[in-house]
């Protein structure tokens, strides 16, 4: 709402912080990724970018810029949100990018076209997304409980040709079947709402849904995406430190991202 801060403005800050530790010594193996921690990548914190609590549409422009001078400049974003508005501004930046894949993990297919009036908050990520001539397809991942979606929006969904794969569909079969959704070769924007990852996990968010993915497969969403085409780029949002105390979702979502840098590597490889 214009005026009060996003219920996950602390989390890049939080996320940053146990981030560090990967910095500390890049010649360590990293047994997740199968290779260097980071995959050697280069890495530049950009920090934040600025906004304003009575804006929302400045403030998509100045992230849209700002992720556009990221591409420009040959770099892989890796967006720490904020909540899952900010993907939204993010996408709009790939325009003109050709075949643009997404893979999204979370607990809500975030397809409905406004809530009181907003239509651009985060129950409409993907239905925005879907109406960007460059998004060409959508895989989405992890959706369980009531969320904001009602039947209509399923319906939507499934109609413009997103692939649904639930919690459940997951636990039942492995993500195998889901990543056979990415075409082989894309460019692949991976979505990471960190509600999709389960709350034994990432404790910290506003809803927690309980049977959500486990690390194992999140890890296994990241490397089999990028075995199968090109991450050109990853958020992670929806994280909420004070709803976690003991900041366990940070490290872990800190450990979640450092996979996808070294994923980004493999495939550039």
């Known amino acids: 709402a214009p005026g009060r801060p996003s219920h996950a403005a602390e989390a890049p800050g939080a996320v940053r912080a146990a981030l560090g530790w990967y910095g500390a010594d890049a010649t360590r193996w990293d047994f997740d990724a199968g290779g260097p921690l980071l995959g050697g990548a280069a890495v530049v914190d950009l920090g934040d ?33 904020g909540d899952d508005s900010v993907p939204i501004p993010v996408l ?37 997304a879907s109406e960007m001539d ?16 009602r039947a209509e929006e399923v319906e939507t969904a499934r109609a413009w040709g997103a692939v649904l794969h639930t919690a459940r569909d997951v636990h039942a079969q492995g993500v195998a079947p889901a990543l056979e959704a990415v075409p082989e070769g894309s460019d692949v924007f991976l979505a990471i709402d960190v509600d999709g990852i ?15 993915l486990t690390y ?12 199968r085409g090109r991450i050109v780029g990853v958020d992670f949002v929806e994280y909420v430190p004070a709803q976690d105390p003991a900041g366990t979702g940070a490290k872990a979502i800190a450990r979640l991202a450092s996979v996808a840098v070294a994923a980004i590597m493999q495939g550039r490889r």
Do not use: C
Not at 134 to 146: D, E, L, M, S, T
Not at 201 to 207: A, D, E, N, Q, S
């Open 49 to 81: 970018v600025p906004g304003d609590l009575q804006d929302g549409a400045a403030n998509r422009a100045a992230i849209s810029a700002a992720i556009g001078r990221t591409l420009i400049a040959g770099a892989v974003p890796l967006v720490l949100g």
């Open 92 to 128: 709009e930046a790939y325009d003109g990018h050709t075949g643009l894949t997404i893979v999204q993990v979370d607990a809500h297919i975030d397809w409905r076209h406004e809530v009181d009036g907003v239509t651009h908050g985060f129950s409409s990520t993907m239905r925005r």
């Open 134 to 149: 460059h998004v060409k397809r959508i895989v989405q991942i992890g959706a369980r409980g009531p969320g904001s979606a």
């Open 198 to 212: 389960d709350p034994a996990v990432v404790p910290g968010v506003i809803l927690p849904a309980f049977g959500g």
């Open 216 to 227: 194992q497969q999140v890890l296994d969403v990241i490397l089999g995406v990028a075995a």
